[in-house]
């Protein structure tokens, strides 16, 4: 293949970052509730206001539908997809159910002890945070989320992390999406320490490897974010802080 000249390799990167910041930020929009679920996107209306041509546009709502926050409308473009009480749990459920198995794929797969420093070390900066704070919040996430990462490489697969990726774009699904409300709740100090537990108990089990126990203490610990969100909707409040609130259809639906 002719590698591209600096001019075109410019443009080229250019139109990525264009493309990658035009994703972000519909997917915020989105989850902020800006369109109303069911409600048809339009690709004109989105080059005003985003300030970019349509072609970034086009694939960032393309992707926006593979991550299953859009629907295809039957007659072409794209509607604001709706999500149901069924569509939470299957999520937090599925999530389980790969994590579950990139847990097991790591006890099996570990060569070498030292493979695990980087999961001790993002824990152990965790448990210095001890119960996050409105002042360590962020860090607090950012090493969560860094943490689920560093054990879905250890299960070193590749489509299991394209399958993973995809269930936890969808709201409510990610380690992190229910963090913030999480700490309002009252029995907080005691799920946070729950949850710690379960990242040491994944720990060990995988320096030991213990495929079952993986398997199953990382679906036990995706289940928590079930029992967050069902404390959560029972607070309005709580529950409008949660990314993609406005997008859930909770009534006359169990």
Excluded: C
């Excluded at 036990?220 to 309005?236: F, Y």
Aim: glycine fraction near 4%; aromatic fraction near 4%; hydrophobic fraction near 45%.
């Amino acid at each position: 293949m002719q590698e591209l000249n600096p001019k075109d390799r410019r443009i080229t990167d250019e139109f990525v970052s264009q493309t990658g910041r035009t994703l972000l930020n519909l997917r915020e929009m989105l989850l902020r509730g800006d369109f109303r679920p069911g409600e048809r996107i339009s690709e004109l209306p989105l080059v005003a206001r985003l300030g970019v041509s349509r072609t970034p546009i086009r694939l960032a709502l393309d992707r926006l539908a593979h991550e299953g926050l859009l629907e295809v409308a039957p007659s072409g473009g794209f509607v604001v997809r709706e999500f149901t009480r069924s569509d939470m749990w299957d999520a937090i459920e599925v999530r389980g159910v790969l994590e579950g198995t990139a847990a097991r794929l790591a006890a099996e797969r570990l060569q070498d002890e030292k493979e695990l420093t980087i999961l001790r070390t993002i824990q152990s900066q965790m448990d210095a945070i001890q119960h996050p704070t409105i002042d360590t919040f962020a860090r607090y996430i950012d090493l969560n989320e860094s943490f689920h990462s560093a054990l879905l490489d250890l299960a070193k697969s590749p489509m299991l992390r394209r399958a993973l990726e995809k269930v936890m774009s969808l709201p409510f699904a990610a380690p992190s999406a229910l963090v913030f409300a999480r700490a309002k709740l009252p029995r907080a100090a005691e799920m946070f320490t729950i949850a710690q537990a379960h990242h040491h108990s994944l720990i060990e089990a995988l320096a030991n490897r213990q495929g079952a126990r993986a398997e199953n203490l990382a679906r036990e610990h995706a289940l928590l974010s079930r029992r967050n969100l069902e404390m959560v909707m029972a607070d309005e409040t709580l529950l409008s802080s949660i990314p993609g609130a406005p997008l859930l259809k909770l009534s006359g639906e169990e």
